[in-house]
């Protein structure tokens, strides 16, 4: 049915394989240094952390093949590969190989101390046949509920790694909603004939797809469906993330490419000691919620040389969703985000806006940014709560950013960079101030330093609550070249901007319901709603 979407796109397909031809090591070159050995990805931090734990292996391997896998294409291969696994686990652990060749399979789901290994050219795809995910009990978008069953899983696990050089393949086509003004006239047309069924706009896959859909009042949670029935008539609605690692520890994720997710793609969700070395993630940009990588409620992360590639948002940092997300109580905390680059993406680093739990200690360091809607992107609303607050952002390049290359956005209202009106927005803004709760979400102690843009629309904005200005916020050292327009800060307070050029035709700095910000040492405060207008 969606095949032909697979085609519509060839650059995502060239970079991936430029990528995967650049990451091996012809005639002698070296290989890159892995986390386990590359101590420089501990310098010069600003807080202190120890270094991530990696997982070890005893020296035992079986194939994929000895338990009866065919590399067809074909034939379905979901309980060889799970067999190999359960085997390499009973026998306290080793290396699972997946050899060169198609493998079709369903869900795949890790035990500890197993390292799934694939070979170069091994492409493993995973079906498109809805009834082979069963329903689980889960959370998605920072709340407690059910969703199919990802294709890749692990909970509770510890000493997990998927490496090598192979490409998982979600088939998310199979599975993901589009919206007509995502599509040429023609690739709308051909979609439609495809089959599935169009409501407002937007094409599902089924019925039961668009039943799922308009059961969720607020994101992508369906409410009001009861019984058995009800949840497996809606089951294409509920369309998992690619990769679900829950509740483990030493986790790796190393040289492989991750593709076409069904919703997110990458979800480690309450882990310790994770680390994403040379992976690539790649999703069509049309894909609704197609996010590369949130990490969410972690602890000890590394994401180191990665390339992304997301219909949503790429590098994103979460911890849980308003009352959901405070219960849980768990932060993500003492990450390292160092050499990635994305491609495409609503935002390229994110924090939010499902942060209730809170982020700390967040050190991002030379990353490139390539037509990202958003470059450096910090979301949330009323009733999320968490603090957001230690994040150290240093090194940044970015070309072609349509929106904002730093955004803080407090009056987020669940959608993409551009496709929320100015009324919309306004609407937000001009409600009754609440008072100071557990559900006010607060952003402060935030530092960036080292950034360079050219194009982009608004060259920042800060966008605080009335009741939560944004607090201690330092941006130094930065160009922003073909800016549409200049900066906005408001309800922000102690804001530093130093050594700030903006080339744009507009204003430069405007400021409003705002105190304490320094600007190369002038400090400048405007309480009113009357924006302030600043040369630079």
């Known amino acids: 049915m969606r095949t032909f979407i697979n085609r519509l796109f060839s650059l995502s397909a060239f970079v991936s394989l430029l990528v995967m031809t650049n990451a091996c090591c012809t005639n002698g070159e070296e290989k890159a240094q892995s986390p386990q050995t590359d101590e420089s990805i501990y310098e010069n931090l600003p807080f202190d952390m120890p270094k991530v734990e990696q997982p070890t292996f005893p020296d035992y391997e079986v194939s994929i093949v000895d338990f009866g896998a065919k590399g067809d294409g074909v034939s379905l291969n979901t309980q060889a590969i799970n067999d190999a696994i359960k085997a390499v686990n009973q026998k306290g652990g080793g290396k699972v190989i997946i050899p060169e060749g198609l493998w079709l399979t369903g869900p795949i789901e890790l035990l500890s101390n197993v390292n799934l290994y694939t070979e170069k050219n091994a492409l493993i795809l995973f079906t498109g046949d809805f009834s082979a995910y069963p329903i689980i009990a889960t959370s998605f978008e920072g709340l407690e509920t059910r969703r199919c069953q990802s294709p890749i899983s692990a909970r509770g696990a510890e000493n997990i790694a998927i490496t090598g050089y192979g490409t998982f393949d979600g088939s998310g086509d199979s599975w993901r909603p589009v919206k007509k003004g995502k599509l040429t006239p023609g690739q709308w047309s051909s979609l ?72 997110w793609c990458l979800h480690p969700l309450s882990c310790e000691h994770i680390t994403l070395n040379n992976v690539k993630v790649f999703n069509p940009w049309y894909s609704q919620n197609g996010d590369a990588l949130d990490l969410e409620s972690c602890n000890y992360a590394l994401i180191i040389d990665c390339i992304f590639d997301a219909g949503d948002d790429a590098i994103c940092i979460k911890s849980g969703k308003d009352e959901d997300g405070r ?52 979301k949330s609303t009323r009733g999320r709560g968490g603090v957001v607050e230690g994040i150290y952002i240093n090194n940044i390049n970015m070309i072609d950013i349509p929106h904002e290359p730093l955004l803080f956005d407090l009056f987020y209202g ?25 559900e006010t979400p607060a952003f402060r102690d935030i530092h960036i330093s080292n950034v360079v843009c050219k194009g982009s629309g608004r060259a920042m904005f800060f966008n605080g609550l009335p009741e939560m200005p944004i607090s201690n ?64």
């Open 192 to 263: 439609v004939k495809s089959g599935g069924v169009v409501d407002n706009d937007i094409w599902y896959p089924t019925a039961g797809s668009l039943k799922g859909a308009q059961a969720c009042k607020e994101f992508n949670n369906p409410e009001g469906i009861e019984t058995e029935e009800e949840w497996n008539e809606i089951r294409p609605w509920l369309r998992p993330v690619l990769l679900n690692i829950v509740k483990s520890k030493k986790v790796l994720l190393e040289g492989v490419t991750f593709k076409n997710s069904p919703s």
């Open 327 to 378: 219960k849980r109580g768990e932060p993500c905390q003492n990450v390292i985000v160092k050499n990635n680059t994305v491609l495409h993406g609503h935002g390229g680093f994110v924090v939010g806006s499902e942060m209730s739990g809170g982020v700390k200690n967040i050190y991002v360091d030379n990353c490139t940014f390539l037509g990202t809607d958003v470059g450096l992107r910090f």
């Open 414 to 438: 669940g959608k993409g960079a551009g496709e929320e009106t100015e009324a919309e927005l306004e609407g937000r803004m001009k409600a009754a101030i609440p008072p100071v709760t557990e």
């Open 473 to 536: 916020v330092s941006v130094k050292d930065v160009v922003i070249s073909d800016a549409t327009s200049g900066i906005v800060i408001s309800q922000a307070n102690n804001v530093t901007l130093e050594n700030i050029r903006i080339e744009t035709q507009g204003d430069v700095l405007q400021i409003k319901n705002s105190e304490d910000v320094k600007v190369n040492g002038q400090t400048y405060e405007n309480k009113t709603s009357k924006a302030q207008t600043i040369k630079l």
